[in-house]
């Protein structure tokens, strides 16, 4: 890490929906080579916060930085920079595994290996395989691939492990591991406490569009007063963890 520009820099990060308020006055720095992860129950806020860090959604009030960068104003340049994994993709239904790892590669001038990526995420069986026809798990690998292929200094991961299999949740987990190695930012979207305790730095609990708690997984424990980050969440939001789902 790094005491230079911050990764990500969100300030006053506000998003309202008719009379609902998604995200309120969200603050937030992630330092350079960091792993943060975004925990909350459902309607917390969580995927609407980074959907406007990555640009795909205007705030209505506050100001984004990914490494200086305005996600909206500098799209061109922020694509170079940092990769997106979403909960759900749409991609081309009709398109191969392989054929959607060259085409995402096609936009960066320094992309990685199409094997490499592939085998990454454990897809070497099912390279020929259409998108429609791969299991949901088997999409959510690909779409990691995809968020991979220009070596991004920056990675936004939403539900990464969801609907993966014990051993393929590990595997992820380990491609994980090597990229913060490597020095990559990570913002993680979880609900599974094992992964966000194995993977990230620290953690930022949100409730109803706030901030209501930052810090390391044990910060969050020793605030709860609890014995574990699963009871901490229930402590520090009121909700069953299954809200979280």
């Not at 949740?169 to 020095?183: F, H, P």
Request: with cysteine.
């Amino acid at each position: 890490m790094t005491t230079a520009e911050p990764a990500i820099r969100v300030e006053g990060l506000t998003k309202t929906y008719r009379r609902k308020v998604a995200v309120a006055d969200l603050s937030l720095r992630v330092a350079q080579g960091e792993t943060v992860g975004i925990l909350g129950a459902n309607g917390a806020g969580k995927t609407t916060t980074v959907e406007m860090i990555a640009g795909l959604r205007a705030p209505d009030r506050g100001r984004v930085r990914v490494l200086g960068l305005d996600p909206r104003r500098d799209r061109a340049q922020v694509r170079q920079v940092l990769g997106v994994q979403l909960q759900e993709a749409y991609l081309h239904g009709a398109l191969r595994v392989e054929e959607l790892v060259k085409l995402y590669r096609s936009f960066y001038p320094r992309p990685r290996p199409a094997d490499e990526l592939i085998e990454m995420v454990g897809l070497g069986e099912h390279r020929r395989t259409p998108f429609e026809k791969l299991s949901g798990g088997q999409q959510q690998r690909l779409s990691i691939a995809l968020a991979l292929a220009g070596r991004p200094r920056v990675l936004i991961l939403d539900e990464l492990t969801t609907g993966l299999d014990p051993q393929g949740r590990r595997r992820i987990w380990s491609t994980i591991e090597q990229l913060k190695r490597d020095g990559v930012t990570i913002l993680l979207v979880s609900h599974a406490m094992e992964e966000v305790e194995r993977l990230c730095d620290r953690v930022a609990l949100l409730d109803a569009g706030r901030l209501r708690a930052l810090g390391t997984p044990q910060d969050l424990i020793d605030l709860a007063g609890t014995g574990s980050l699963d009871d901490a969440f229930v402590a520090l939001t009121g909700k069953d963890l299954e809200d979280a789902a």
